[in-house]
């Protein structure tokens, strides 16, 4: 190198912090990430896959005959995506089943009515909640006490025994992340039914987990305290929580009836899909990504996690369809039972606990398929830091974070093993319109958005599997 091109060279470090070298392996990922961004975004297979496992199969609760047609689906898909393998990893899951209609209704006592609270019998929008017991088919009636929160459980607990609890917990609006409004919310959903039972409640209605202002009920699971009588839950739309409510603090006994005829039966066998590239230069290392095939079954699945599945199917199909060989094993796994159970994750897990696989990072996309904002990431602060240069990668298409968090709720377990974890974090301010309702289906599915996502994993995985957690471009 000539005098004047090293002291080009030595100024331009000293003023950028950026070296030639460094600048031409960026300049190569880009032109990279814009091959990959041109195969996802103009010949994306990821919104057809969706359309097929919406359209065809639909809602796909764990141990139903819609989950074993969603097991055949994922693996056709893989095939269709020229994985290098396809294989079924099976494990044990609960077999929650619905049983039919649930149906509920408050009834205000004639002569109690007002111009905002008219005596008589109201329906309410409900869906029993996943893993709740039923109401025998007489139903229960009996009158309902209003709760807003555990504290105020405990100091009216001698008022519960015999009755409905009715914990009416809205969203908190001043979040701007809406999972934080969902994690603040939900354990009202998932312990609240054992705590009300502590003290001789017959059953519990939770107001709907979501900001939506419509009345579609928002199901999900409950999680029992054996130490206590299991009794029926189920979740109200929130116009009908609004109503109830507004009924109730009138004065006055209102009384509700509630009919579920949920029951939980044996757990029966399903299986994690796996699709893999086989890696060139370290094979027996492992980069997972994935989503989970299982969905609630009021509807089909679409957000929650029919997006997850595609997208993570797409980074196979993408890179094969590139021609690009991995220096390591990628594998896309669409997660059993993540909903009511979280077996396949923990089954994927204790499988490569087993084997002693090395596993370098497992990705998820669990939050929708809206267009991606920010990546959580379950890494240590030394590797946060070091993978902040590859943010001038993805800023241009959407993704402008690398945040301290975790993976979803099927990789979170990975990090038992030491194993770096990471999330799609998309948008946030619809997911909870359509979350665990019957409007999760195909057509609240912006293509575009969603195709942006899986580029979005692609890419990151691109650059784990070529840098590792030294960062570095």
């Not at 020229?82 to 009834?107: I, T, Y």
């Not at 497992?362 to 267009?371: I, M, V």
Request: aromatic share 10%; glycine share 12%; proline share 4%.
């Amino acid at each position: 190198m000539s005098y004047k091109l090293l002291t080009a060279a030595l100024i331009l470090f000293l003023v950028t912090g950026i070296g030639p070298d460094v600048r031409a392996q960026a300049s190569e990922d880009s032109a990279f990430l814009r091959r990959l961004a041109d195969v996802i975004l103009t010949d994306g297979k990821a919104y057809e896959d969706l359309r097929v496992l919406t359209k065809t199969v639909g809602p796909r609760l764990s141990g139903s005959a819609g989950y074993y047609k969603a097991e055949a689906w994922g693996q056709k898909a893989f095939q269709a995506a020229n994985a290098d393998k396809v294989w079924l990893q099976e494990c044990m899951v609960p077999h929650w089943v619905r049983g039919g209609r649930d149906s509920a209704s408050f009834e205000v006592p004639s002569g109690a009515g007002t111009v905002s609270r008219a005596s008589g019998r109201h329906g309410l929008d409900i869906l029993a909640l996943g893993n709740s017991v039923g109401t025998g088919p007489k139903g229960i009636t009996a009158p309902v006490v209003l709760i807003h929160s555990f504290e105020e459980l405990q100091q009216r607990k001698d008022e519960v025994k015999g009755k409905i609890v009715f914990y009416n917990y809205p969203f908190n609006p001043t979040f701007v992340e809406t999972f934080r409004s969902y994690g603040d919310a939900v354990r009202y959903r998932v312990f609240g039914p054992s705590q009300a039972a502590k003290y001789g409640a017959l059953a519990v209605l939770v107001r709907s987990m979501s900001h939506s202002v419509d009345n579609n009920p928002h199901t999900g699971a409950l999680v029992y305290n054996d130490s206590f009588p299991k009794i029926p839950a189920a979740a109200v739309g929130l116009q009908d929580a609004d109503k109830l409510a507004a009924a109730i603090g009138h004065g006055g006994e209102v009384r509700v009836f509630l009919r579920t005829p949920a029951h939980m039966l044996a757990d029966t066998a399903a299986h994690n899909v796996i699709g893999e590239i086989r890696g060139s230069l370290s094979p027996e290392e492992y980069i997972t990504v994935g989503g989970h095939l299982d969905s609630w079954d009021p509807a089909e699945g679409a957000m929650d996690d029919g997006t997850g599945c595609v997208q993570s199917i797409e980074v196979l199909r993408a890179f094969k369809a590139m021609g690009y060989t991995p220096k390591h094993t990628i594998r896309a796994v669409l997660f059993a039972n993540e909903e009511n159970g979280g077996r396949g994750g923990d089954k994927y897990m204790e499988e490569a606990k087993a084997k002693g696989e090395r596993h370098l990072f497992a990705l998820e996309s669990d939050a929708g398929g809206f267009t991606p904002r920010s990546f959580s990431m379950g890494v240590s602060d030394t590797q946060l830091a070091a993978i902040q240069p590859w943010l001038k990668l993805l800023r241009p298409y959407g993704v402008y974070e690398f945040a301290k968090g975790g993976g979803g709720a099927d990789v979170d377990p990975m990090q038992k093993l030491g194993v770096a974890v990471g999330e799609l974090r998309p948008d946030s301010q619809r997911y909870f319109d359509y979350h665990h309702s019957r409007k999760d289906v195909l057509e609240v599915v912006n293509k575009r958005e969603m195709e942006l996502g899986a580029f979005n994993m692609a890419a990151l995985i691109y650059l784990v599997d070529k840098y590792g957690w030294e960062g570095g471009l």
